[in-house]
Antibody, heavy 121, light 107 residues
Framework: EGQLEESGGGLVKPGGSLELSCTAS????????MNWVRQAPGKGLEWIAR??????????EYAAPVRGRFTISRDDSKNTLSLQMSSLKTEDTAVYYC?????????????WGNGTTVTVS | DIQMTQSPSSLSASVGDRVTFTCRAS??????LHWYQQKPGRAPKLLIY???HLQSGVPSRFSASASGTQFTLTISSLQPDDFATYYC?????????FGGGTTVEMK
């Protein structure tokens, strides 16, 4: 069964930068399309970024609120997903989840990390 | 972007009740509709994928159906473990979008 573990969250000032990491185990990371999903305090889920597998050209897509400020990347040699966040705003305050669909050709997300909290203040 | 609208936003129910809530997509999404359950302080958990398929380990009291762009999740007999927030998600097209959630509270 796949597992994901996020790290790197913390308190940062507006305009600052932060990098999140997600370490994967228990599944073939190389083949996985990986996502970041966030949840602001008391709010719903918001998908923010996806990176496809290298076999699928490693295509990257972002949600509009983070495009141009956040960069998703992967290191298949280390089974690690990253999210470089810059020009942070107070509205980026959220729990950030790393997630993927290990058994999914339909895009659903059947493996989630526990999340890491980012506070911009 | 495809908007996913869930209703109601919350509901109060008792153990043993049959509860149903809906998710409507703003346009055609085929079967690319999935349901997640989230409890406070926890990560979401996949419940149902591609409209009506129960994720492994999910109790059979959960079921889902679809009619056009309206999708329905039903819990046949609410159990104490089911008090949570439920989100629908479409993965038909980018950006991936979630509904606003339905919170099932204890009456």
């Amino acid at each position: 069964e796949g597992q994901l573990e996020e790290s790197g969250g913390g308190l940062v000032k507006p305009g600052g930068s932060l990098e999140l990491s997600c370490t994967a185990s228990g599944f073939t990371f190389t083949n996985a399309w990986m996502n970041w999903v966030r949840q602001a305090p008391g709010k719903g889920l918001e998908w923010i970024a996806r990176i496809k597998s290298k076999a699928d050209r490693g295509t990257i897509e972002y949600a509009a609120p983070v495009r141009g400020r956040f960069t998703i990347s992967r290191d298949d040699s280390k089974n690690t997903l990253s999210l470089q966040m810059s020009s942070l705003k107070t509205e980026d305050t959220a729990v950030y989840y790393c997630t993927t669909g290990v058994n999914s050709g339909w895009g659903y997300m059947d493996v989630w990390g526990n999340g890491t909290t980012v506070t911009v203040s | 972007d495809i908007q996913m609208t869930q209703s109601p936003s919350s509901l109060s129910a008792s153990v043993g009740d049959r509860v149903t809530f809906t998710c409507r997509a703003s346009q055609h999404i085929s079967r690319y509709l999935h349901w997640y359950q989230q409890k406070p302080g926890r990560a979401p958990k996949l419940l149902i994928y591609t409209e009506s398929h129960l994720q492994s380990g999910v109790p059979s009291r959960f079921s889902a159906s679809a009619s056009g762009t309206q999708f329905t999740l039903t819990i046949s007999s609410l159990q104490p473990d089911d008090f949570a927030t439920y989100y629908c998600q479409q993965t038909y097209t980018m950006p991936l979008t979630f509904g606003g959630g339905t919170t099932v509270e204890m009456k």
